[in-house]
């Protein structure tokens, strides 16, 4: 057992050590490590922000919640699934390690995603917060530790309902009903609570943040029954929540452990298998629900419109134009700013984070390896415009309805939501073409994280810029709040614009 941690941890290393190999590689790291750490900043300047009332701290373990129940669900709905990667399981199936051994290590294993998922989940709520109110960092801390343990309970019953399923040559749906029990059972504690406050949206959703009925959902319960002990100063909730979890850990780690069955080639076939999505869900590629492919048509115009045409096409045979995973983002964010009380400005910032996360061109770079794209006799403008033409559409569609949502939320006057509509759709193109650009720079090197790192640069660069001029000719910015808005968003479309027309050459087929 000792033998295999020390190989996982070597694995660790040489993949940090591997990123660090190369300048280039390095320099993208660290870029987007100072920029991503650079929105811890306002969790420790409290210079001007009210303290966070119980209600609102009690509100953020409950978003912190919902989006690991999102993480969850996609767990859930995912098609692949494996115990281990393709590399862990050549030294882990082939060396000479027993069943129970191997079994062991993969709750160590699963730390170290649940970490991940942690973080996201609840740095970057916290952040959002902490932009209006003063962030207890003993919070933020607290509620990451508990929610590394909930997504790593979570990941132990998937793994090991897969793990019977393979023994036994059979599927098991037992993710999936465990997954609708809670659910159901936190809509019907909603429900109750709107039926009791007479349907008032808002006592009935703060009601059901701070309600104790919640306590009684496994793991939900008890997270965030630790945490609102924390709050609320209360040792004993803590102890229960932090040790109900931890019980459920030991006896879990003891039943998978000791699990017996012939599991290793199958394993090993899903592994090889998870392997590779992995991979391409780390490269940006959306999976395709093969599941749901019917015969449709479309018709196919001349030229590059042939591009949109095909695109469209692929569209259609999926069934569904818009996912749960597109929107729910953007739900997330609403809800908090409903919370918050926030105005239209904050609404809009977060449908850009919204934005700024869900922005995909994949189809761009699966097009560019296709090599009919570059015979296509048309100008190389027409071939890229058409090429990101249908992922643009989508998202500025899910952009401009969660802008008009958020426009009732805020009570917003026709000025202001026309200027955050205009705001929005700019920001839609910027980020699109952002990706654009990042293959233009990167060719074949292209990444997720460069594609990050130039998307935040972009984003930022038309506001920085605005703002400090505005600084420089002492212009008052609460009273023209609107007109710099209005000029943020040109320079955005200038930006893209610009960008679009350089990026465009690639089709002539002589960079790839």
């Known amino acids: 057992m000792v033998t295999l941690l020390k190989l996982s941890l070597l694995k660790r290393f040489a993949k940090i050590r591997n990123i660090f190999s190369k300048p280039t590689s390095a320099l993208f790291t660290l870029g987007a490590i100072l920029l991503y750490g650079s929105m811890f900043i306002p969790m420790f300047r409290h210079e001007g922000k009210a303290i966070m009332a119980l209600e609102l701290m009690q509100a953020y373990i409950m978003i912190v919640l919902g989006i690991s129940a999102f993480f969850m669900l996609s767990m859930v709905l995912s098609k692949h699934q494996s115990l281990f990667f393709l590399e862990d399981s050549y030294f882990m199936f082939i060396g000479p390690f027993n069943r129970k051994q191997i079994l062991s290590l993969l709750p160590f294993e699963n730390i170290w995603g649940s970490m991940l998922l942690a973080l996201l989940a609840s740095f970057l709520s916290a952040f959002q917060f902490s932009l209006h109110f003063v962030m207890p960092i003993q919070l933020v801390l607290i509620t990451f530790l508990m929610n590394t343990l909930l997504i790593s309970a979570f990941s132990l019953i998937m793994e090991w309902f897969y793990l019977k399923g393979i023994i036994h040559k059979t599927k098991s749906k037992g993710p999936r009903i465990f997954f609708a029990f809670i659910i159901v059972s936190t809509l019907i504690i909603l429900g109750a609570q709107f039926y009791q406050n007479g349907f008032d949206v808002m006592a009935s959703l703060m009601a059901f943040v701070t309600h104790d009925s919640f306590f009684w959902i496994p793991l939900f319960g008890w997270a965030k029954l630790g945490l609102v002990g924390f709050v609320s100063h209360n040792i004993v909730q803590v102890l229960l929540g932090f040790g109900f979890m931890l019980l459920f850990h030991v006896l879990a780690i003891y039943v998978f452990a000791n699990t017996k069955g012939d599991f290793f080639e199958q394993a090993m076939l899903d592994a090889e298998d998870f392997s590779e999505f992995y991979a391409r869900?780390?490269?940006?590629?959306?999976?395709?629900?093969?599941?749901?492919?019917?015969?449709?048509?479309?018709?196919?115009?001349?030229?590059?419109?042939?591009?949109?045409?095909?695109?469209?096409?692929l569209l259609k045979k999926q069934r569904r134009m818009i996912s749960i995973k597109d929107v729910l983002i953007y739900i997330i964010y609403l809800i908090m700013g409903y919370f918050m009380k926030m105005p239209i400005q904050g609404y809009i910032m977060f449908v850009i984070i919204a934005l700024f996360n869900q922005a995909n061109?994949?189809?761009?770079?699966?097009?560019?390896?296709?090599y009919h794209l570059y015979l296509i006799p048309d100008s190389p403008l027409r071939k890229l415009f058409n090429t990101i033409k249908l992922p643009f559409l989508k998202s500025l569609g899910i952009a401009l309805f969660f802008t008009l949502v958020s426009i009732g939320m805020a009570g917003a006057n026709l000025r202001e939501a026309l200027v955050a509509l205009v705001f929005v759709s700019s920001y839609v193109a910027l980020i699109n073409v952002s990706s654009i650009l990042t293959i233009r720079i990167m060719k074949s090197r292209q990444n997720q994280i460069v594609d990050m790192l130039l998307r935040?640069?972009?984003?930022?660069?038309?506001?920085?810029?605005?703002?400090?001029?505005?600084?420089?000719?002492?212009?008052?910015?609460?009273?023209?709040?609107?007109?710099?808005?209005?000029?943020?968003?040109?320079?955005?479309?200038?930006?893209?614009?610009?960008?679009?027309?350089?990026?465009?050459?690639?089709?002539?087929?002589?960079?790839?």
Request: include cysteine; hydrophobic fraction near 50%; proline fraction near 2%.
């Open 281 to 313: 869900a780390k490269a940006g590629k959306q999976e395709i629900n093969t599941d749901d492919i019917k015969r449709v048509s479309v018709k196919y115009g001349t030229g590059a419109r042939a591009i949109h045409n095909k695109n469209v096409l």
């Open 456 to 512: 935040m640069i972009l984003c930022v660069l038309p506001i920085v810029f605005v703002f400090a001029t505005a600084g420089l000719l002492s212009v008052d910015i609460e009273a023209n709040a609107l007109a710099l808005g209005i000029t943020v968003s040109v320079i955005a479309y200038a930006i893209a614009g610009a960008g679009f027309v350089w990026a465009a050459p690639m089709l002539k087929g002589t960079e790839f």
């Open 361 to 370: 061109v994949d189809t761009l770079t699966d097009d560019l390896k296709q």
